[in-house]
């Protein structure tokens, strides 16, 4: 297996942010060039409010991490981003575009995509009917190139076609779930804990996998509790806790900083 390269990273200052309710950039606008905006995004589960002024931005080309402990708002966070959590104050910007009232599914054909926690592959579905659901109706008619690239990235696939998804491995169901996003020809992609539960082989292979994406050009967001790792494919990254951004800096700035242990991530941080 080869090594993981380091990439060219700038020089970004590590940013810390008010941690009171209620503060954020006070912008409601897109950061100029950036693929994705979260501008002062607030969100809520019912009556419980979980995002607080939110402030993210990934450009293109990037792989930006959003880091913290289990129930800091992650996962909502990218859930906000589909269309799947409502909303309570703020922008979500696509280019300069807001989305904020789009459907998720006009946000997958706009080419975002999510490969969420857990998987949640169909497991009474063959591997070919889950990538052909993650196609879509829009990329239906181009189901085999799409399906030859994503067994191109994941040739263990390509014989389990038949296969029914709940009798693949843990690791092979983490590749249908990633290639399934992939098959809507994603230009973000939003990538939910892909290290999670798998061997450290897979591990290795998945988070390969996701410097290659980035090569031929998809911008992604990568939430993750296995934070060296992703502190070591990542440009930049954020820290998340109780729902606020509390920390932001370069990858290089983040993992030098113990703070981001000690204070954030606790046993989140692993070896």
Request: proline share 3%; with cysteine; hydrophobic share 40%.
């Amino acid at each position: 297996m080869r090594a993981l390269s380091l990439p060219a990273r700038g020089s970004a200052t590590l940013r810390r942010f008010s941690t009171r309710a209620g503060t954020g950039s006070g912008t409601d606008t897109s950061v100029p060039g950036a693929m994705l905006t979260a501008a002062s995004l607030g969100a809520r589960y019912g009556a419980s409010r979980v995002l607080w002024n939110v402030d993210l931005h990934v450009q293109p080309g990037e792989i930006v991490t959003l880091l913290g402990a289990n129930g800091a708002g992650k996962t909502t966070f990218l859930h906000t981003v589909m269309g799947l959590v409502q909303m309570t104050s703020g922008h979500i910007y696509y280019g300069e575009r807001d989305i904020a009232r789009q459907t998720p599914e006009a946000r997958v054909t706009g080419g975002i995509a999510l490969c969420p926690e857990g998987r949640r592959i169909f497991a009474r579905m063959t591997v070919e009917e889950n990538l052909r659901l993650g196609a879509g109706l829009k990329h239906q008619h181009t189901y085999d190139e799409n399906a030859a690239y994503v067994f191109e990235l994941f040739p263990a696939l390509e014989g389990l076609q038949d296969k029914m998804a709940g009798l693949l491995s843990g690791g092979e169901q983490q590749m249908l779930a990633v290639g399934r996003a992939l098959m809507s020809k994603p230009k973000l992609l939003l990538l939910d804990e892909p290290s999670l539960g798998l061997a450290p082989k897979i591990v290795r292979l998945i988070f390969e996998l996701i410097q290659r994406l980035r090569e031929q050009g998809v911008t992604i967001l990568l939430v993750e509790q296995n934070v060296r790792m992703a502190l070591l494919i990542a440009d930049r990254g954020y820290v998340i806790n109780t729902g606020r951004i509390e920390l932001s800096g370069t990858a290089d700035e983040l993992r030098e900083n113990t703070s981001v242990e000690e204070a954030y991530l606790g046993l989140a941080v692993q070896t």
